[in-house]
């Protein structure tokens, strides 16, 4: 069975094509990038080399050089040429450097060797592709997934999801609700920030790094003001050193902070940001209570629905797509999107009393597309939860 199957369809069709751009395929630990593409390599029927930076002793420049000669290998001898697969690929020094030559020197020689290249980090492997790959890769996100492929895959309901997450890999343990917490947070959240930021990036404050994912993961669903913040931080510096620090825990897919929509990009960018965890999974496996208890908590439950929604929405948004939100003074709009002079309000909700005020004072100021009310009373969360955010554009 393929799962991921847009990602599948789109990295397939482009890989079968004759060699015209290197393949990136990029999103957060554990959301079945390897499974797709080796699932992509089964379906091409050609020679293929796979091999990853992945090893705590590192990779270095000429181990990368050495993988990519097999692979050159592979092409000669085959008249439809082969494809190579370096997994991890961000953990190699340089990495993007010498691509540009390899690949450069493979095309002036008309060679059919393709090449996808596999991240864990989306925003360190988009900054290596800025510094020297441009004009010379298409982008594949894999990101958490949705509820239409964990219902697929192992026939989760929505109040599952919501508790749960993405996460496929912790599927098996959850009937053992310690277990699945600690997976969360040692296997994939600990070596996200120990692997993929603190080794890969500038982080002059590690213990403020980690206090500030719990902190996200704690009031999701909130808009946080950067000085609220430093006042329940410890050695909190200063909010340039949280702003850098949480656009890194968003580039990994853990927590991300929405700007304000107001018409102006001096403005969005000045504000107060409101916490999205990327995966709700990332909440339940901090708050050690059971389903049914959350279940019983309605302020509880309602931030995992929020976040679910602003996940969902961030997560599977194309490129060119904004996710905000809008608050003036008493009036507020969960979120917002925007895609050139196209905008849509959205309000979520658990309760069928949810007050107008905010919308209606959103849709006279701005005049959205379409405003749109999620939960009671309105489209379904689980119809919402399985459509692409895009649709509400159209």
């Known amino acids: 069975m393929t799962y991921r199957r847009p990602a599948f369809e789109t990295l397939l069709r482009r890989t079968k094509e004759p060699r015209r751009f290197i393949q990136v395929v990029a999103g957060p630990r554990q959301v079945g ?7 992509v390599l089964e379906s091409l029927e050609l020679p293929s ?49 010498l691509v540009k030559a390899m690949w450069d020197a493979d095309s002036a ?24 790959l441009a004009g010379r890769f298409e982008l594949v996100q894999v990101s958490h997934w949705s509820l ?47 692997r993929d930021i603190l080794l890969l990036s500038r982080v002059d404050k590690p213990a403020l790094l980690r206090q500030l994912f719990s902190l996200a993961t704690s009031y999701s669903g909130q808009i946080l003001s950067y000085t609220k913040m430093l006042g ?12 850098h620090y949480l656009q890194l825990l968003s580039g990994a897919g853990l927590v991300s902070g929405l700007e304000r929509f107001s018409g102006s990009v001096v403005r969005q960018r000045a504000s107060s940001p409101k916490l999205i965890a990327r995966n709700t999974g990332l909440i339940s496996a901090r708050s050690g209570v059971s389903v049914p208890a ?3 908590d309605p302020a509880s439950w309602g931030r995992l629905v929020e976040t679910a929604v602003g996940a969902h929405l ?19 709009v969960d979120f917002v999107l925007q895609r050139g002079e196209a905008v849509v309000g959205i309000e979520v909700t658990t309760s069928r009393h949810k007050r107008a005020g905010g919308m209606d004072a959103f849709a006279r100021r701005f005049s959205p597309r379409r405003t749109l009310l999620v939960g009671a009373g309105g489209i379904e969360l689980e119809d919402f939860l399985s459509s692409p955010p895009e649709r509400w554009l159209k």
């Open 148 to 194: 239409s492929e964990m219902r697929e895959a192992f026939g989760w309901g929505l109040d599952t999801y919501l508790f749960y997450g993405g996460y496929p890999g912790a599927v098996a343990l959850i009937g053992d609700r310690a277990r699945w917490s600690a997976y969360v947070l040692d296997s994939l959240v600990e070596t996200t920030l120990a």
């Open 33 to 39: 990038k390897t499974t797709l593409v080796r699932q």
């Open 109 to 132: 020689a008309s060679s059919k060797l393709r090449v996808v290249l596999l991240g864990s980090s989306p925003l360190l492997v988009q900054r290596g592709l800025g510094e020297s």
């Open 314 to 332: 961030l997560n599977h948004s194309p490129t060119g797509l904004q996710v905000m939100y809008w608050r003036e003074r008493q009036h507020e």
């Open 294 to 296: 959350a279940r019983r």
């Open 49 to 97: 080399h796979y091999a990853s930076a992945d090893d705590p002793a590192g990779r270095d420049r000429a181990w990368l050089r050495e993988q990519w000669d097999i692979g050159r290998l592979l092409s000669t001898d085959s008249r439809r040429g082969a494809v190579l697969v370096i997994d991890e690929i961000q953990k190699v020094d340089s990495w993007s450097e």
């Open 232 to 243: 329940q931080l410890q050695d909190a510096g200063n909010t340039t050193t949280l702003s």
